[in-house]
């Protein structure tokens, strides 16, 4: 039933056209739809284990130490402004772990300065902290964000609410659980 809600969700808000583009749409100088996000070296926030650090990214995957990064296969980055401050940000659906081991997902955020200059992190949305329960897709609606959470033993789907708390400069869990 959650997912049957998350799903009714995303498409009404996909229709209504309130949800940001895809990575191919056109976009303003310096802003992060010119940024060639599969292809660049950034900071990564928190992803299951895998601590904050800088990842090179060829082809939406990287190493870092003994981690693996990679883009969710089949997701593509998507531009919202999350922060309230009239600029989009990407929200980037992230997979990480060991070699040759199970990865975690999350879903972050990452945004540019404002001269467009530098790619900035500005943190984890979504890290459910068990490999097996991972953000598996979401929505942006007037700046907060909708994630549906799929945990993968029990095939049980449940959305989880987000929002920018400036104050923290963090994003916080606003859906009470």
Known sequence: MRRALFGALAASLLA?????????????PSGVRDVDWHNLEFTVPPVGSCPWQSVRFTDGAGEAGDRVYRYQPGKDVVFADVTGEGVEDALILMQCG???????????????????????????VSNPGVWTQQPSDFTVWYGDIAVAVTDFDTEQVWTEYYRWASSAKAFVRVDGS
């Open 98 to 124: 060991p070699r040759d081991s199970e990865y975690s997902t999350a879903l972050i955020a990452m945004t540019t300065s404002a001269d467009g200059a530098a790619v900035l992190a500005l943190g984890t």
């Open 16 to 28: 209504a056209g309130v949800v940001a583009g895809s990575a191919t749409a056109q976009a303003s």
